[in-house]
């Protein structure tokens, strides 16, 4: 999991292990490390998550955090702009540091914004394909692990 700082990085893994939600921030530190299997078709993904601690740009992020990744869901937070203004950027860096690892862009904190904002948004956005999330009601959390299991496999 990779993204800036408070962008949902935590509430969505959160969310997607635990099935949970808290309205509490808490900052994460380094790296927190969880772990589910996902079922996709006869086969079993065992997905070690690793919820990087955001900074105002990836590049902030160490890369022997970001080596050695079957994947990444980089997140950004559709109400704060800063989040995703350099967005073409940070995934290109990314694509050359983690050759042929799939990566899944996601727009999180749906809930906050209607449709219309929403895709606004998306429009502005580079040509990367995109899922939009609510770690708070849980809408599509689910999906976006699958979706990168799947790709993994």
């Known amino acids: 999991m990779l993204g800036h700082y408070g962008v949902g990085k935590t509430s969505l893994v959160q969310r997607f292990v635990y099935r949970k939600f808290s309205e509490q921030y808490l900052t994460t530190i380094g790296v927190t490390i969880e772990k589910k299997v996902v079922k996709v078709g006869e086969n079993e993904v065992s997905m070690i998550i690793w919820d990087i601690a955001g900074e105002s740009t990836h590049a902030k992020v160490p890369n022997v955090y970001k080596l050695g990744a079957d994947g990444v869901i980089y997140v950004f937070d559709m109400t704060r702009p800063a989040t995703y203004q350099h967005l073409e950027e940070e995934l290109e860096s990314l694509r050359q540091l983690l050759?042929?690892?799939?990566?899944?862009?996601?727009?999180?904190?749906?809930?906050?914004?209607?449709?219309?904002?929403?895709?606004?948004?998306?429009?502005?956005?580079p040509l990367y394909p995109c899922a939009l999330t609510s770690a708070k009601t849980g809408e599509n959390v689910e999906n976006i692990f699958a979706a990168l299991a799947k790709k993994m496999l």
Request: glycine share 4%; aromatic share 0%.
């Open 99 to 125: 050759l042929n690892v799939p990566i899944l862009l996601v727009g999180n904190k749906k809930d906050l914004l209607i449709e219309k904002e929403q895709n606004t948004i998306i429009e502005h956005l």
